[in-house]
């Protein structure tokens, strides 16, 4: 079945029907042709069950020893197989075995694209194997191939389908190099299934390799989701903790407020009583003072616990801004300011009492960062940000800034460093910048500086579509 103009190996091309006629010779041809195809089939049914135990990880290995196995079988110099990409519109060379002496070329056939090769990809689309004889005697449309067959030395060679759920997904090809090869229906017919069993073969290696990675992908998506999950439980307990903390605070400040309430009464009246005495005097109004600073830490403690409640007004940021400079006014002596306010008297909708309550703790932190003077500067500008119209509003001190790793400790409740301070500052101004569903973002750099941005948009959840309302 296949025939070899010089070499002797090899199944004869003729029918292994041997007919009674026929003289002895002949008869002889017959039966090595019968033999070499039996040994033929053996071959190809082994390579088969090998490739059926084979593991995954193994069909590529395998798949270089099967083109071994027939390439020796059928005394070729070169056999190869070629997949298609996905679309059908490249190729690479992806298993290659050659005889001893014959040049490899794998390394150089990647990514060929099909169309140019269409002579022989029209054939095996078809599910025909291609077979050609004499390369010097190609067509001139098989100018392409016959160009790198040449290239390759090759002068006879024989390709057949991959084909896999109706598609040919790639080929088997089995060059001639060191002289011409001629091969037989019978032949052809058996290097077919050659190409099937290849094709089943790459096709569970990429079906498996397909289901591992989907397997990982999933496997990884699940764990994102614990995660994730666990992650909303601890901040859902943590909010828990903090609503029960809240509660507990607001019920102690308020028992605190009146016994503080009676204290204070006492040291007026024993202020009226003390008259001209100067050391008691100054006992008394250390007292006065401490009561005084523990009513405004309840207070803060009851702003902090409480939940926001808004009362939307109209406003500017020039009004917000020049309000609290006005509340901060004794403080402000050795601070230079600069106002950059970019349409200062552009109108929005917000609590402007709690907005001015914001602005005045933001710049007293400033304030207190630079105790020895410094320079203040606030500015604003408008933008679009996800739809919305937004105030950028940005105050920027040349205080004593706050190193890296403690930015995100003192944005926590109570977290001060101040003696007088109650470490609720930052966390009501994000609380109430939140409620006004806008953003706050602090930036510093220790001995340089502090900038806390605020993001708030112009109109509130119940206006309107924001319209520009300059003036
Ligand atoms: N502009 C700033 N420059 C340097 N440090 C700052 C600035 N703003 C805040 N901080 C640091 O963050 C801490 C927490 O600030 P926060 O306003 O929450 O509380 P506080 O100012 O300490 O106390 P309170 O505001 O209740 O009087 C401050 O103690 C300070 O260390
Ligand atoms: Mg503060």
Redesign the pocket.
Known sequence: MIRHKKRKRGVASESAKVRKSAPEWEKGAHAEALRSRIEFIKLITGISTHFINLSVDRIDEGATYALQRIGEFAAVDRSYIFRLYDDGKKMDNTHEWCADGIAPHIHRLKGLSAEEFSWIMSTLKKGQACYVPRVADLPPEAAVEKAEWQLEGIQSLICVPMISRGKVIGFAGFDSVRQEKAWDEDAIALLKIVGEIFSNALERKQAEETLRESEARYRLLSEHLEEKVGQKVAELEQAQSLAAIGKMVSVVAHEVRNPLQGIKMGVDVLHAEIGEDASKAETMAGIDHAVNLLNS?IT?LLEYSKPVQLRHSVCSVGALVDESLKVLAHKLQNITITLELNEREREMTVDSAKITAVLV??I???I???PDGGQLRIQSRSCEEKGRNVLKLS?V?S????AEK?LPA??E?F????I??????????RKIIEAHKGSMR?R?KLDE??T?EITLPFSSPGDPPCSVKDS
Do not use: F
Request: one cysteine or more; hydrophobic letters at 35%; aromatic letters at 0%.
């Open positions: 830490i803060e703790n933001l007293s932190n400033s207190e960062a630079m105050i001190d205080g004593c800034g706050i403690d003192v944005q409740p977290m001060t460093t101040k007088r301070g109650t470490g609720l500052g930052l966390p009501i101004c602090i510093s500086g502090t806390v």
